[in-house]
Every structure is written in C-alpha cells, then in structure tokens.
DNA sequence: TCGCAGGCGGAAAGCGCTTTCCACCCCCGC
DNA sequence: GCGGGGGTGGAAAGCGCTTTCCGCCTGCGA
C-alpha cells in the first residue's frame, strides 16, 4: 500500500490543513508559511515544520480557493484568431514567456474571427477572473464585443490590444500603415508602375492599415480580397493576373498568402522577380525558405506579444500605445521592373 | 452616470446574490436555475425572472468559486515544448477546438524542453485543479516528472501524452518508427545507399523512433545531431557533408531541419535532387512551399491533438493507445540516387 | 372537510483558502 | 515584583458558489 494512502484526502488533493495538521500548527500558519505576503512572519521553527509537510505531501495550493479568498486570480488570457497561424503564435509565445516571468498562466482562446465565439470567450475569462486579457489581433470589434471588454474591465480585468486601439485600453501598434508604405516605396523605386494587392479579410483594420500605407504611394492599385491564407492568397492571384494580365508586381498583405502567389506564378509559368515581383509582410519564417525568398515587412512578433503582456502587468493607468516598428526585408522576390508588357 | 453603477458592486463582479435580489428569489433558486444541473427544477416564471436579472446585470458566474463548490474546474491544460513550433501549433489547435465543444477553456504551457519548467507547470495544473492535462511531446520522461504526473492523476486530474506511452497514461501514438521506415524505404527504392540523418535532440522518443524506423531498413547511417530547428538543420547539414561527402540523399527527422538542409544544400551548390535528395518529417505547411517540394511523412497533427483531447474528456478508463498514421508525401526533394560520385 | 403526498423555494452548511482580530506568552522596565 | 507592550499563534469570518435538507403550499382522494 502506498504511504499516502493514509496522508492524501480520499477525495484526491492535499489541503491545507492536512499540512497543517501534520506539521502541528494552525491552518492560519501554514497559510502564512506558504502563501504569506510577507506583511507577518512565523518563528523559523514552526516554519520549516511547515515546508517539511508541505513537501512531503505534495501540497499544492488549490488555486481556485485561492483566487477566491484573494479575489485575484493567477491567470490571463490571450484572444487569438487562430493559434495555428505563426503570426499568433509567435506573438503568443512572446506573450507566453512575460507571463511565465510574472508567474501566471495563460490561457489562450482560438477565435478563428468568429464574433459570436470571441464574446463568448471573452466573458468566460471574465467568468475566470482572468487578471487580464490580450486581445492578440484587431478583428475585435463591434457594439457587442465592446460592450464585453467594458464588462471585462470594470469587473476589474486589464485588456490589451495588438494593433486596435480602443478608448482605455493599452496598445501595441504596430507599424503597419508605415510597413505597406515601405513596400510601395520599395516597388515604385523598382520602376513598378502596375502593382497588384492581394488584400486580407474585409474588416481588419490590419489589413485596412496595411493597405493605406501602400495606396499613400501607389494610388488605385487593383485589389483582390482573399482570407489570409496560402490557398486564399494562390487563389487570388490567379484571379488577379486573369483581370490584369499586365501587373508587374504583386504586394500580399501576409507572408502566407505571399508563399500562395509565389505558388500560383510559378503554375502560370511567370518567372519571379525577373518577369513579376513579390512582396508580404510579416517576415515569418518561412519567408527566408521560400523561392526566391520573400521581400517582406518584418514583425517583431514575440517582442509585440511580449510588449503587450507588460502592459497589461503593469499598474500605470491604461489608455497607452507602444508603437512597434515596422522594416522592410529585401530578399529575392523583388527586382527592377521588366520593360517589356 | 452609467446605469450599472447602482447595480454593480463596488469591487467589480456581479454576484449571485445580486441576481437573486434583483430578482426577488433566493440565493438557491437563482443558482438552481442558471447552473442548475437538470437535477431539480425551478417553476418556469420565476426561471425567467432570474435569466431576465442575470442578462440584465451582465452577470457571469465566479469560475473559481465554482470550481471550489463544485470542486472540478473548466480548465484543461497543454503542455507543449514550444507553441511557436508549428507542430506544436497545429496539435495544440486541434485539442483546444474539441475543448471548445467541451466548453472548457485551455491553458497554455510552452516548457521549452525545460524540464524544471515541465514539472513546474504540471505542479501549477494541479494546483489549478485542471481537469485533464495534455503532454504534447515525448521529453517529458524522469523520475521526477513521472512522479509530478502521478501526483496529479492522484488528485484526481486525467493525464494523456501524445507519442510517450507512460504505464495507466492514454496516448494518441503517431507511427514514427513507421514514418522512419517508409522514408528508408523510399530513399533505397530510389537507389541511394550512402544516406545521411540530421537527428534532433538526444532523449526525445520522437527522434529516437523516427530513427529506429529509418534504421531498421538502412543500417548504419552516418548521423549528425541537431535541435529540431531550421538553423540547428542547416548548421548540421553542413557538418554532415563535410564528414561524408558522398552522400547522395538526407533524411532531416523534421521539415524544421529540412528547410535548414536544403538552404544549406543551396550555399553549397549541390542540386537537390539532382545530386543529392532531402527527405523531411511531420508535413508541415512550409513543406509544399520549400523548392524543391519535400518529400516528407504527412502526420495529422490537429487530427492527433484533437484525438489526444477526446481521449482525455471521455470517461472510459485510462491507459489506451491510439495509433495515428504515418504516410509518405513524395514531392520533389527526393529523387534517384545520381551514378556519378 | 381533512390527510397526505408531491412539488418547489429557502436556509444553511460547506468547498479550501486568506486575513482580521483576539489571546497568550514572554520579556522588559519601573 | 508587577504591569504593560511587543510579538506570534489560533479562532473565525468570510470569498461566491453548490447542494442537502427542511418546511411550506398546493392539490388530490376519501
């Protein structure tokens, strides 16, 4: 029979008072042994009778009771639309490993830009009492998820936001509007003349941002929407250049649906960048494996997500925006633009 | 002056009591009949007075003080090596949607192969009194990790692993060892004999049965050992074809390293597959994007991630196997091994 | 008309922890 | 030698919810 048959509650965990049963003290001194605040000490004695139970039984404190009593929990929350993506997951990460410093976990919520499921996880991580939540992509928005952060906030959560800067709530900017400018500069000082977009989802301001930065250069460029995917991007394309055969570059709003043109010219038989150029944004990885390797806006993802994460642990008052900036990479799906169309 | 604020309490969350007062009921009724469990029913027109207040004062249960009445939590966690890895990302995506059919929401713990972190976190899990907790990586091996996962199945949590069949543990097993074979299998098809490995990190089960699979078809392989990243990939190729420059085709453990040999093969001047094939691992995203194509071994990682999950929130005892396929994806990284040497 | 059963609302006892407040002990000073 | 004060342990009151148990009320049968 195994010794803790006798020490752990039939019921599975070991409480506090188990421990301090064991140790011969009051369940009020364990307390403060293992979770004071410092604000009142114990006799060194009583307390390492204390730790020595604690150890060998294996306590761990029920965080829920805790959290309860303390009316603070230990865990935030992080919105992404899709965790499977590298862009969240790198900014996750970033995210993640602030919190791990701070001793929190996290708790992270797929949304995949479904609206009806990001309010509703939003009021689950109130209903946690997530200490704070990260709202990890700018497709937040509307009356009714607005109305759900207030309710987040003044039940006493933080909330952050990448990219959407609402009234109160910290933000970290990046610098995309300045990113789409970039690669209008870049293409235009290339000679490019007849640039197609391949847009994002209609709605996100990262894609609207995107977007504007690239047409303060480049005026009326012909845009096709796609959804931020590989498939949606190759899709597109092949749609772009059936309607205008004569583009001489093509700007995808994300590095994914870049990797889907690069895919979709080399079906069409159109060499890159001798004959058509290529650029994205969000230099993820795979933009250096790509052929010719991908001229691209770099992110610093995990440093955004970490960013964001300081902010909402932190105590200054809200309302702040960090700016992140944005850099063009020139690799090798760009060139000089062909003379002859 | 919001009209919430005479509602509210001052702290922040609405209560239940709140509720019950607004609504003229009780503390039990209002409880009975918004988290009622079916057991007992509340005649139907004070029902709706209670959902009408709860609505009203936008009131979310205390997760954790349900969880302490209650004591079972809405919480399951994942652990995973590194959720920026997009295998990670891809199991995790699938368990965290079968999660969501479960309503419950998922907390996220990226160990970086650390092991003090893995069992750190397993211990906070348990402290969290998390339902269920998914290993989603075979490092997780030890003594002391072996007993952290006891102490957690103990308290009464359920604990399934993807790859690492532990004694009483479900685990949803991905056919390495049969992935291995098939690429041994192909690669010798194809006329190669003098074959390389770039392996991943020593004591991973995963690199082990991939390599196991590989060898028993093709004895002997000339190994270098790298991270299970790009760079650790390509860094690795290099040595690899300085030590034996006459290897005609390179199995990478995963499609990480496969990208890294390719570059590598690229800065060497070494076509691929004309002169030398590339085979990778786990058929990632990037895998159809890497010129050339790579061939690679399709596991179904959101489909392992989403099984892994089911296995952990059903009911039946533990201790199952599941296996998932390995199939080969010949693309064109791998071709016949060239004459001339 | 009275009795009883069934149905349904409410009081209250926890769940495991924190934290205030009280009581005790010891030591010091007069 | 006695009173008071500082320090330290313990009792107990919650934190917000679930759930058992109790008791009331209604309606039905005799």
Redesign the pocket.
């Known amino acids: 029979m195994p010794r803790t048959s006798s020490t752990r ?1 039939p ?10 049963t064991a140790a ?14 410092g ?9 390492e009778r204390v730790t020595t139970a604690a150890a060998e039984l294996r ?13 603070r929990s230990t865990v935030v929350g992080v919105l992404v639309h899709d965790i499977a993506d590298p862009y969240f997951a790198a900014i996750a990460a970033g995210a993640m490993d602030v919190a791990r410093e701070h001793d929190l976990m996290v708790l992270v919520a797929n949304t995949f830009r479904d609206p009806g499921l990001e309010r509703d996880y939003l009021a689950r991580l109130r ?1 946690q009492r997530a200490r704070a939540v990260l709202l990890a992509g700018s497709a937040f928005v509307g009356e009714p998820f607005a109305e759900e952060v207030a309710a987040f906030t003044e039940s006493g959560g933080r909330v952050a936001a990448i990219g959407a800067h609402g009234a109160g709530i910290d933000t970290v900017e990046p610098d995309q509007y300045g990113g789409g400018r970039l690669v209008a500069e870049h293409l235009v000082g290339l000679g490019h003349r007849e640039i197609g977009v391949v847009t994002g989802p209609a709605g996100l301001a990262t894609v609207a941002q995107r977007l504007a930065g690239f047409t303060s250069v480049v005026t009326g460029p012909a845009l096709v929407h796609a959804d931020f995917t590989r498939e949606g991007g190759r899709a597109a394309t092949h749609e772009l250049l059936r309607d205008h055969p004569g583009l001489t570059a093509i700007f995808a709003l994300n590095d994914l649906m870049a990797a889907g043109a690069l895919a979709a010219l080399r079906e069409l038989g159109r060499p890159v960048p001798e004959q058509i150029s290529v650029a994205g944004f969000d230099d993820l990885p795979v933009a250096t494996d790509l052929t010719p390797a991908l001229t691209t806006v770099r992110l610093e993802l995990a440093d955004i997500g970490a960013r964001a994460m300081r902010l909402l642990l932190d105590d200054e008052p809200g309302g702040r925006l960090v700016p992140a900036p944005a850099e063009l990479v020139v690799r090798d799906s760009t060139g000089r633009a062909s003379t002859l169309h």
Chains 1, 2 share one sequence.
């Open positions: 509650a019921g599975g965990a070991v409480t506090l008072q188990q421990v301090a011969g003290v009051s369940l009020a001194t364990a307390s403060r042994v293992l979770h004071g605040s604000g009142r000490r114990v006799a060194e004695a009583l307390a306590y761990v404190a029920h965080a829920p009771a805790q959290s309860l009593a303390r009316s209903a």
